[in-house]
C-alpha cells in the first residue's frame, strides 16, 4: 500500500518539561509495528489522555506524540488471521495513546491481542461513547455482580459522578435496578445525573471525613471511586458489611490512609480496577454485555467534536468540568 497521509493532533516538546500541542499531519509508514492498520473514525476523551495531551512522561515516556487510549475504526490492512481489511472494530487500553500512536489520529497501527472485534448490538460511534470509561464502569458492575452484590443489596456510591466513568457508571448501574448515589461536585448537574437515572444525588463534601476515624456508620453496599484520596478512605469507612468498593482513579488524589478495621470488621472488599491490561476473555464479557443486557440509553450523555475542537476539551476535562463523554469524529472538520 501507498503510504497514506492523515491528520492527527501532535504533542511536542519544545523545551525541556515544556510541551505544546497542535494538529498537524503524520503519515502511516510513521506508525509503529503491528498486524493491524485501523482508519480511525472515533474516538473519546480521558482523563489519562489530557495528561498525555498537556505533557505527562509518566504516562507517555516521548514527544512527539499523538494520544487517545481509545479508537473505533474499520481495518485497512491486516497481516493477522484473526481480522481482515473491511472489519468494523476497537481498541481500548494496552499501550494505545500512551507510547504507542492513539487515537487522536486518523490512523493507528497496533497489534492484533488488542483489537476486539465490535460487538453485534453496537454502532462504531456507540462503542467510543462508552470507550474507556464505560469499558471501566462494566468492569465495576462485573466486580459488584461476581461477589454477589444484587440490586436489592443496599445503596451504591458512586464518586466523580458527572465524569466519563462516573456517568456511565450511574447510567449502567440505574439500568440495572441498583439504588445509586450520585456524588458530584457539580449539584447543577443534579437533572442530568436523575436523567441517567440516579436516585439520589449529593455534594462530594459530604463523602469527605477528614477526621481518620476508623470507621462510619455504614451508608453504601457497593462504591464505584473516582476520585481517591479522603474521598476514597470516607468510602470504604463508610461501607457496609460485605460490600464492594471498586477503586478507579485519582483526580482527588492518588493516596489512601485508612485502617485495617473495614476488612476485618465488616468484611469490606477494595477491588482494584485496571481498565488497560484486562485480559482478552473478560475483555470480550464485558464489551458483550455493555452491547446486550447492560445496553444504555445514550441519550444526552455524550457530545461530538472534531479534532480541531479538541484542545478546549482537553484544557476543560483537566479543570474537572467535563460532563458526560466527549466522542471526537475523526473526518468531520
Ligand atoms: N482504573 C482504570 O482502569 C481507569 C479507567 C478510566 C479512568 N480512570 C481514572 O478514573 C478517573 C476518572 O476518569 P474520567 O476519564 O472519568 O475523568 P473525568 O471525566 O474528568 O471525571 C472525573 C470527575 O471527578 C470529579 N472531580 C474532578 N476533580 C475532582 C477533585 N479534585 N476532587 C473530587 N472530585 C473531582 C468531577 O466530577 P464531579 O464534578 O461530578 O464530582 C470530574 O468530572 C481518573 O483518575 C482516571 O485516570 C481509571
Keep these: 500500500m501507498n503510504d497514506i497521509t492523515f491528520r492527527a493532533l501532535i504533542v511536542e516538546e519544545y523545551e525541556p518539561n515544556k510541551f505544546r500541542r497542535f494538529i498537524g499531519k503524520k503519515s502511516v509508514s510513521q506508525l509503529p509495528d503491528g498486524e493491524v492498520l485501523i482508519k480511525v473514525i472515533y474516538s473519546s476523551l480521558n482523563y489519562k489522555d489530557a495528561l498525555s495531551a498537556r505533557g505527562h512522561k509518566g504516562i507517555t515516556r516521548n514527544y512527539p506524540h499523538t494520544p487517545g487510549v481509545d479508537a473505533s475504526g474499520i481495518v485497512v490492512e491486516s497481516n493477522s488471521s484473526k481480522f481482515k481489511v ?29 483489537v476486539v472485534p465490535l460487538p453485534k448490538g453496537l454502532t462504531l460511534l456507540e462503542s467510543m461513547i462508552y470507550g474507556t470509561a464505560g469499558f471501566t464502569a462494566g468492569l465495576c458492575v462485573y466486580a459488584f455482580l461476581e461477589k454477589g452484590i444484587k440490586p436489592d443489596s443496599g445503596k451504591i456510591l458512586v464518586t466523580g459522578a458527572t465524569g466519563g466513568v462516573g456517568s456511565l457508571a450511574v447510567a449502567i448501574l440505574s439500568k440495572l435496578g441498583f439504588y445509586v448515589v450520585a456524588s458530584t461536585g457539580k449539584l447543577e448537574k443534579t437533572e442530568f445525573l436523575q436523567k441517567l437515572g440516579a436516585k439520589e444525588v449529593i455534594h462530594r463534601s459530604e463523602v ?49 490512609n485508612i485502617t485495617v478495621y ?22 470480550l464479557k464485558i464489551w458483550e454485555h455493555l452491547a446486550t443486557d447492560w445496553k444504555i440509553d445514550f441519550n444526552g450523555i455524550w457530545r461530538e467534536v472534531s479534532l480541531d475542537d479538541l484542545d478546549k476539551e482537553i484544557e476543560k476535562i483537566l479543570r474537572g468540568e467535563q460532563v458526560g463523554k466527549v466522542v471526537i469524529n475523526l473526518w468531520n472538520k
Aim: cysteine-free.
Design 86 to 114: 473491511g472489519d468494523e472494530v476497537l481498541v481500548t487500553g494496552y499501550d494505545l495513546g500512551m507510547n504507542t500512536s492513539g487515537g487522536f489520529g486518523q490512523y493507528i497501527r497496533v497489534p492484533d491481542k488488542w
Design 262 to 283: 473495614p476488612f476485618i470488621l465488616r468484611g469490606v472488599s477494595l477491588v482494584g480496577i485496571d481498565s488497560a491490561e484486562t485480559k482478552m476473555d473478560k475483555r
Design 208 to 256: 469527605y471525613e477528614p477526621s481518620g476515624k476508623p470507621l462510619l456508620p455504614r451508608k453504601w453496599i457497593g462504591v464505584v471511586d473516582n476520585v481517591g484520596g479522603i474521598t476514597l478512605s470516607t468510602a470504604i469507612r463508610s461501607t457496609d458489611y460485605d460490600g464492594v468498593v471498586a477503586s478507579v482513579g485519582l483526580v482527588e488524589s492518588p493516596d489512601l
